[in-house]
């Protein structure tokens, strides 16, 4: 550094001597402005190689290379490593957006839907077809047809158990694994879904009734029915013409109890309990295992510290993403306004950094008011100075040109500091596009 002709096919190819000549000129420019404003070789000579390299193409009457131009000038290597790196943001994107999703899932339990039992008494072998839930909106929310089908054979796996009543909220507080007096069926086999079921579409299965209960549940069997008891994740939305939970996943199944229809009567109830006090088998102390306990926390705090360092990368990408398309769109509206090289330059560097963004996106529209809000007031003030001009293509005249442009740009150049030897080379390198 400084640049001579010699060093310019290093960065250009086909260039005139004249054009040669014009980029050494610009460049050079640029480096020793960059360097004066605190800038390194390192940072300062690219930025000065592409800006000279932009003047000489607009002289000559050629457009600015788009990004996808430049990036074919680049060379196989170059673009498989921009590839690559855009590749990595796409998927760590998609990462982040699923991860989004899965976080805004709530944990809901699906319990208090009664389902009517399917027979009125019990077979020899012990067992009765129950019907354990079916489709549409219920309690905890909406059970669409295929979540159905596709978790209930899973999740309602044979031995699952069915208890006497759902548990109170004193029960579950102080016995969660529930009481063996209360144990009154299993599973046969696994749910099957079945869309032609006996009492509609629905999940039924096979119950097999321990010996204790058999009666009660024959007596009783008008006024019973089963409910489930499962954990499940949903999230809001609408089904039917309804707002609610949407269930989208059954993760497990506790019980399928055996409870009263909704209203029955008081008579209905005390034959209910009076079963259940027939059966008085005593609990058996279960003891939570601390250590697993410990291991699910600890699983569980990984898991969220995880996900919070995925929210941070992507967004750190999504910024990046966005100030890209940002610098591309403001040298494609400045691209469409005639005026000198190095202002653009300069305007596409100030601009870049302000996007208008809403929700997260590039508001282009007015973006695009801001940027040209910006270009039309530098050409303004420009030629107020000089006294005439305006913004071509943008409703105006042609921009200041010859003397009065160099002392237009003289000018500027003083009042940014700069001094009168300065100015006046500054100004001849912007007036001319370094001729």
Request: with cysteine; hydrophobic share 40%.
């Amino acid at each position: 550094m400084p640049w001579t002709v010699a060093d310019v096919e290093d960065h250009v190819k086909g260039l005139t001597d004249k054009q040669k000549q014009r980029w050494v000129a610009v460049a050079n420019s640029v480096l020793a402005q960059c360097l004066e404003d605190g800038g390194t070789d390192e940072t300062c000579a690219p930025k000065a190689i592409k800006q000279a390299s932009g003047v000489v193409k607009e002289a000559e009457g050629g457009e600015m290379p788009t990004y996808e131009t430049w990036i074919e000038e680049q060379g196989a290597d170059v673009r498989e490593m921009l590839d690559a790196h855009t590749q990595g943001l796409r998927s760590a994107l998609q990462k982040e957006r699923e991860a989004r999703k899965a976080a805004e899932r709530r944990d809901v339990d699906l319990a208090g839907d009664f389902v009517p039992l399917v027979e009125k008494s019990i077979r020899l072998d012990g067992t009765a077809p129950v019907k354990l839930i079916q489709p549409g909106w219920g309690t905890s929310g909406y059970y669409g047809p295929g979540l159905l089908e596709r978790d209930g054979p899973k999740v309602f796996a044979q031995g699952t158990k069915m208890y006497w009543n759902h548990p109170t909220a004193t029960e579950e507080r102080e016995r969660p694994e529930r009481s063996l007096r209360d144990l009154a069926a299993e599973l046969a086999g696994p749910a099957e879904w079945r869309a032609d079921g006996p009492t509609g579409p629905g999940l039924y299965a096979d119950a097999h009734v321990f010996g204790p209960f058999r009666d009660a549940v024959n007596e009783l069997a008008p006024h019973i029915g089963v409910s489930i008891r499962a954990m499940g994740k949903a999230n809001k939305g609408q089904a039917e013409g309804r707002e609610g939970n949407i269930i989208e996943e059954i993760v497990s199944a506790q019980s399928v109890d055996f409870v009263t229809e909704p209203g029955a009567g008081g008579r209905v109830l005390q034959l209910f309990e009076s079963a259940r006090r027939d059966v008085a088998p005593e609990p058996q102390e279960v003891k939570v295992n601390e250590q697993e306990a410990q291991a699910l926390r600890d699983a569980n705090a990984q898991l969220t510290t995880e996900l919070e360092a995925a929210k941070a990368e992507a967004q750190r990408l999504n910024e990046a993403l966005l100030l890209r398309e940002a610098r591309d769109f403001v040298a494609s509206t400045l691209g469409a306004i005639e005026m000198p090289a190095m202002t653009r330059e300069r305007l596409v560097e100030a601009l870049a950094g302000k996007p208008v963004v809403v929700d997260g996106a590039l508001d282009k529209d007015a973006y695009k008011v801001a940027i040209e809000t910006a270009a039309s007031g530098e050409i303004a003030y420009l030629a107020k100075i000089v006294g005439s001009g305006a913004i071509k293509g943008m409703g105006g005249e042609t921009p200041p040109t010859g003397v009065n442009l160099i002392e237009t740009y003289k000018t500027y150049y003083l009042q940014q500091g700069r001094s009168l030897a300065e100015a006046e080379k500054l100004a001849a390198l912007a007036a001319t596009g370094g001729k």
